[in-house]
């Protein structure tokens, strides 16, 4: 399970604090002094924020060791599977990449994976194809499963509805899609 805590945040600009649920490596970086760049919803725009109380970290070597999550990421699109990576790496996952459903079915029959993280519209085989394949020979359950779209045509939505899988529409607000990783990686409930 991925550590976090509840920090309360001032907006640099604006100055309203609001609670945020934050991984450690984010809980570090505000222990260090530096403030992060979220989303502020008051000033519509990205803005630094900073604790408004003294963050104190345990001491690491009393911390028991914990497994690092092995993710699956699936997109052709690049630039999607670059930032995706760099949210993901900041748990510190371990984290492979398949850009379409017939590389990330042959991944997915190689090693276990914690969580997938999947496009619906891809090239070769679709997120609907490879979520058969999936199911068919019991790679993955559903639960472990987050799919990615911009396309929100009813029978994407009756698929993703149907599918027992977790979704998230396209354009990917960064604190929901961290919420929504860190939910599935405990094992708990929430998609849209």
Excluded at 72 to 82: E, G, H, N, Q, R
């Amino acid at each position: 399970m991925i550590e976090t805590r509840h920090i309360v945040l001032k907006c640099g600009l604006c100055t309203v604090q609001k609670s945020f649920v934050l991984n450690m490596s984010q809980v570090r970086r505000l222990a260090e002094g530096h403030p992060l760049q979220l989303h502020c919803s008051y000033c519509s725009s990205p803005q630094l924020w900073s604790a408004i109380e003294r963050i104190v970290l345990e001491d690491p070597a009393a911390a028991r060791p914990v497994r690092a999550k092995n993710i699956l990421l699936v997109d052709d699109d690049d630039l999607i599977l670059k930032l995706l990576q760099k949210v993901l790496e900041s748990w510190e996952a371990t984290i492979e990449v398949a850009f379409n459903g017939k590389e990330a079915l042959s991944k997915l029959a190689s090693r276990s994976f914690d969580l997938m993280i999947c496009d619906v519209q891809m090239p070769e085989m679709n997120g609907q194809e490879l979520f058969k394949h999936i199911q068919d020979n019991a790679l993955l359950p559903p639960q472990r499963i987050i799919f990615l779209t911009g396309d929100k045509r009813s029978q994407v939505k009756e698929f993703l509805d149907t599918s027992g899988c977790y979704y998230l529409f396209k354009p990917i607000q960064f604190m929901d899609f961290s919420s929504q990783v860190q939910a599935v990686l405990a094992g708990e409930s929430g998609s849209e």
